[in-house]
């Protein structure tokens, strides 16, 4: 049975619990939500064996990782879509036993559908990371390793990334020759990281684990740069600057560019 603290830092509120609708009349009514079932029923669809309990923590039996998905708030659209935003958090007894957060939103036409699609994103991108480090072998990410020196009390030891898949929306203009041409900017799944990496130095050098949500976007139209960096769910401002410069040399192209990926930095296993 485990016994992990939920994170106070995590703006997760209820794992169940009833939802109030106002209606255009101004009539009220209760709908209940149980996340733990729209989770598993989401890893089981996704082939994870999934052991539930009662407090709502989710298990997945083959690797040992242990999540918890909460409720922050839903919104009702004025096109009458339901927007809604929600955390899972991760521990695992032998690699994670500290634990880390992420956040999930999406939008659907009723809250069960939206909960259900930013859970599956999840599953599909951030869990894949997750299910790499607690495994010496990963499957499904490209890794990185650094060897360092025993320093400030701390071992000798090799530190491990794992890049999850990146999500990339718009693509840069190139006629045919610059395709062929390669340049610093020209985009590989580590390159979110590589070409920030000083602002990640301070994690690399410890030996604890972290997850990063690196986003950055570029607008085309006016030419503004934008960018979303946390470390373990909380605000890295250090990553800002550094993703931002990154997105300002990205190649033209058409509208708005935006990439976004999650990061494992360990120690790798030995």
Not at 123 to 143: G, H, I, K, N, Y
Not at 176 to 204: M, N, Q, R, V
Request: with cysteine; proline share 6%; net charge negative.
């Amino acid at each position: 049975m485990h016994a992990f603290d939920v994170l106070a830092e995590n703006p997760g509120t209820d794992t169940h619990g009833h939802l109030r609708f106002t209606g255009a009349d101004g009539e009220e009514w209760l709908e209940p939500f149980d996340l733990p079932e729209l989770a598993a029923n989401v890893l089981r669809e996704l082939g994870h064996a999934t052991l539930m309990h009662e407090d709502g923590w989710l298990e997945l039996t083959e690797s040992g990782l242990h999540l918890l998905p909460q409720f922050i708030e839903f919104h009702v659209r004025d096109d009458e879509l339901i927007g809604t935003a929600t955390t899972i958090q991760c521990n695992q007894p032998q690699w994670l036993p500290q634990g880390l957060f992420e956040y999930q939103y999406a939008i659907a036409e009723t809250f069960d559908e939206a909960v259900t699609s930013g859970f599956r994103k999840w599953a599909r991108t951030d869990l894949l990371v997750l299910l790499d480090a607690a495994s010496a072998e990963p499957q499904s990410c490209m890794t990185m390793s650094m060897e360092l020196p025993a320093q400030d009390g701390l071992p000798a030891r090799k530190r491990r990334l794992l890049f999850g898949p990146v999500e990339h929306v718009g693509q840069p203009q190139r006629d045919a020759d610059a395709a062929e041409d390669a340049t610093e900017e020209d985009f590989c799944p580590c390159c979110l990281f590589t070409k920030s990496i000083d602002a990640f130095e301070p994690l690399l050098r410890t030996d604890q684990v972290y997850g990063l949500r690196l986003f950055a976007s570029h607008d085309n139209a006016g030419g503004e740069c934008q960018a979303d960096c946390r470390v373990n769910g909380e605000e890295w401002p250090q990553g800002l600057d550094a993703l931002r410069a990154y997105a300002a040399r990205w190649p033209a192209a058409a509208g708005l560019e935006y990439r976004k990926q999650y990061v494992i930095v360990q120690n790798a296993p030995q």
